[in-house]
Every structure is written in C-alpha cells, then in structure tokens.
C-alpha cells in the first residue's frame, strides 16, 4: 500500500513539470486568438512613440513633450524599459509583435505561478487555483507596461512566501528582481510593500531566542531591497511616483481600471470570489492571521480598483498554496527533476510557427474606438492646432504626431486639471467650458460621440461640425468676420 501510494506521487511529481509548461503554452495561444483584446488599451500608443523617442535620444524623459498642456513639465516615466521593449517589438512585427511580446509576458508569469502551486499542491487543485487566478486578472490585461511586469512580480512574491514557507533568509538572489521591475513598472513600490508582511509571519514563527536574529534579516533584506530598486536613471524618484498616482483623489474615479468592481451585472470575477467564499465556508478553512490579512488586503485592493484584479489573481494562490494544502488533504510531494528541456524546446517551436500562422490570419489591430484615423485627419486637413480632445483619443494623437490637450499620463496633469476637463467636456459646467474654449485658445475638438460638449458645439455659431463617424466627431471654430 506504501509503496503504491509512492509511485503514484511520484508520477504526479514528473508531469509537474510539463503541466506548468503545458498550461504556460495554453495561455499563450489563448492570448494570441484573442489578440486584439490586448490591444485595447489607448495607453499603448503613446507608450510605443515614448519607447521610440528613448531610444532615438539615447535618454529618459525628465519633462513632457508629447502635451500642448503642459509641455515641458516636469514629468518622469517609471516604466521607460517596457516602453522601449514595446517600441522595438513594434518595429520588428507591427502590432503582431506588441501582441506577442504581451502574450508571452502574461504566459510566463502564468506557468511560474502554476509551476509554485505544484510544488505545494496536488495538480487538480493547483490548476484549478492558477486557471482562477488568470479569469480574475484577465480584465486588465493589455499591451502595457504592467502585464511585462508580471512574470517578476510573480518571481519576487513567490521567492519571498519561499522564503518563509522553508524559513529560510530572503535570498539575495532576488534583489535582481526588484531593480529589474523598478525599471518595468511602478507596481514595484508593492513588491518592496510585501517585505513587510512576510517578515512579520517570519518573526511569528521564529522561536523566541532567534527573533532579533530573524528580525535583522529580514530588515537587512528589506534595506537592500528598497536601495536595488533605486537602480534606475531615476534614482530614488521613481519610489515617488507611486504616490503622486495614488494621491489623484477625485480623478482615479474617471479612469476605468481604477474604479470599484461592478456587480451591478454578474461578471468572473464575482463567479470565482463566490466560489472561493462559498468552498472555504464549505471546508472550514482557515489561514495564519497574517496571510489573512494579507489576503483581506489583496481583495479590498481589487474590489477598490479594478485594476488590481491581476494582482489577487497571480499573488492570492501563493500566499495560501502551503497553509492549505494540508487541510484540504492534499499533500505536497517533493518534485522529482525531469528532462524539461526536450519539452520546452519542442513546445517554443510550436509556439513559434503558431504565432506567425495566427499573426496572418488575425491580423492585429488596436481598437477602432480608440483609434480615430478619419477624424485625425479631418483635423490635420482643418490647419488647427489648438485641439481639446477626449481623454481616450490622447494616445492617438500622440502617435499622429499631434499634441494633445491630455492623455493617459494622469500623474502629469494631476486631480485638478483632469477633474475640470471632465466636469467641462461633460458639461456638469457650461460656463467651465466656455471659460476652457476661450483660455486656451481652442480652435478644433476631437471628441467620441457620446461627449455632451458636442451637441452645444453644434449650437454656438463660431463652431462648425466638420467630420463624424461612429468613432469620433470634430469641430472647428469658424473663422472671425
């Protein structure tokens, strides 16, 4: 009976291996059939002619010139390495590369995060937690910098929750990690965030005698971390533009991945936070209090902001993978190495040939909605420069070589501006937008059809409605008698 029970774990500890490596292809090709979902996103627009413009002047920015707001402005951008990656995977393959490139980031944290799991759980149960965690971060996973981010968020999270399963030291090794996601994404100042708590369970589970020593290594770590992720030609600034984000206030609420959940309409992510309530209840499950409240934490997160989804869902199944396993009855056997690389080799050929067949077949494209070809060139034809358009549009515009009156940087134009060109182009204050018309010396306007703005366009007699399309409508100001 012992020896059976034997074999079969260590059957299943083979195919641990391989079902990481089976279930990283799937997500990839899933991504590739629905590529264009990828390309949703206005933000990546001007991300690509950013990454452009760092590698033509072989620097980072330090002051916006892509606004004709705020041109010159002190402005710095903490994800310029994703940028440049983006910009040269469009150089090399068009949109097809952008798509690829973000397919196989998001690929690569899904089979480090299945790849942990099964070594601490059974393959069902695992699978089942990496398959949930990748429908819970699916609505906010697009071409930008964040999703290139996720194979070392993944990496960094998972080698610290090692750490302290095993307790062990934080291993050096990992400081790599953090410098390489300062220059990634400003999600960054998270990982460093996380110390915090894996520490205080470390020091909760340490035995008295060996607290100070554990406490200083952990604070050690915590030191190295924070000065590695200051390896950037930033410095020490790009910890601060976390906080200048989230210091938005009023504006967070006008952008959509950072509004609450909405359960006004049953989604997936209702579907698995049900699930997940109604088997816990069901199993009388329990965590540590620590990794409860850190999982307490990760949830009010996504339900605040919906942009944290991704976050619940590639970090949440680390941090209860090992204190579960034993009460769910699946125990964690001890991986047995395989030959992986005969597999992986023959999967990245694979995946290889279907991406070029599926980059022919689909043929990627951003949104159209997000994308006014006709109108921009209605607006170049008008000879005007002065342009107040739609929050969504500034991306295109900036691609189109055209200054913008705002974009997808929110950091740069702050709460006030952002919550006045709202209340203004939604008419809440006809006389803010009248006042916006006339301080800025607006002379052409770029807006999707739903604006309010533009039916009292159609009304003021220095205004002519020039171009409209189910994309975008636009005015210019007639000119003086």
Known sequence: MVDSVVENADRVARWRVPAALALSAGCYLLLLAVGNRLLNDPDTYWQIVLGDWIVSHAQVPHVDTFSATLNGAPWISSQWLAQVLFAQAYAAAGWAGVVVLSATAIAIAQGLLTRFLLDRLATAPALVLSVGGFVLASPHLVARAHVLALPVMVAWIAGL??????????????????????????????GIVFIAPVALEA????????????????????FLAVAAACITPYGPESIVVTSRILGLGQALSLIVEWRPQDFSTFTAFELCLLLGIGFALHRGLTLPPVRLLVMLGLLHMALAHGRYGEMLGFLAPLVIAAPLAPQLGWPAFAPRRVAAWPVTAAMLLTLGIASVAMAQVLNYRPNPLTTPTAAVAAVKASGKTHILNSYDFGGYLIASGLKPYIDGRTELYGETFV????????????????????????????????TPAIGLLDRLPDWKRVYADDVAVVHVRAPQN
């Open 161 to 190: 929750i090692r750490a302290l399963d095993e307790r062990r030291a934080p291993p050096f090794m990992l400081l790599p990690l953090i410098a390489l996601w300062a220059n990634l994404h400003g999600g960054f100042t998270f």
């Open 203 to 222: 020091l909760w589970n340490a035995a008295p005698a060996e607290r100070t020593r554990v406490a200083l290594r952990w604070a050690g770590f915590g």
């Open 419 to 450: 919550v006045r060109h709202d209340r203004a182009t939604s008419l809440q204050d006809v006389g803010a937008f009248l006042q916006l018309l006339q301080d800025d010396h607006i002379d052409v306007t770029l807006f999707t059809p739903n």
